[in-house]
Nanobody, 116 residues
Framework: QVPVVESGGGLVQAGGSLRLSCRAS????????MGWFRQAPGKQREAVAIDSTGENRNYADSVKGRFTISRDNDKNMVYLQMNSLKPEDTAVYYCRSITYGGLGYWGQGTQVTVSS
């Protein structure tokens, strides 16, 4: 098990910013892939931003240019900086990790609500 815990969600007005944090109990240098997913009410969970080995980053089209995923291996943290937030960004955001052994773990989720 590589537990991951998210924090940083909250209520923000449209156009504002939030930074989500995900803390891993073990070294994230040993984790091949970390990413952020979100699930809005009545919708399927979707990938938002994926970081593989700290080298390759992929973003959903809906957040490109607004969201940035980053790693801090020394602190065993991954972040999602969210700028220019829109009401449609409202969702529960989940941290996801995939080990080199192919095991996946979900965080508990953190609520992001963007008011209009």
């Amino acid at each position: 098990q590589v537990p991951v815990v998210e924090s940083g969600g909250g209520l923000v007005q449209a156009g504002g910013s939030l930074r989500l944090s995900c803390r891993a109990s073990g070294s994230i240098a040993s984790i091949k892939t970390m990413g952020w997913f979100r699930q809005a009410p009545g919708k399927q969970r979707e990938a938002v931003a994926i970081d593989s080995t700290g080298e390759n980053r992929n973003y959903a089209d809906s957040v490109k240019g607004r969201f940035t995923i980053s790693r801090d291996n020394d602190k065993n943290m991954v972040y999602l900086q969210m700028n220019s937030l829109k009401p449609e960004d409202t969702a529960v955001y989940y941290c996801r990790s995939i080990t080199y052994g192919g095991l996946g773990y979900w965080g508990q989720g953190t609520q992001v609500t963007v008011s209009s």
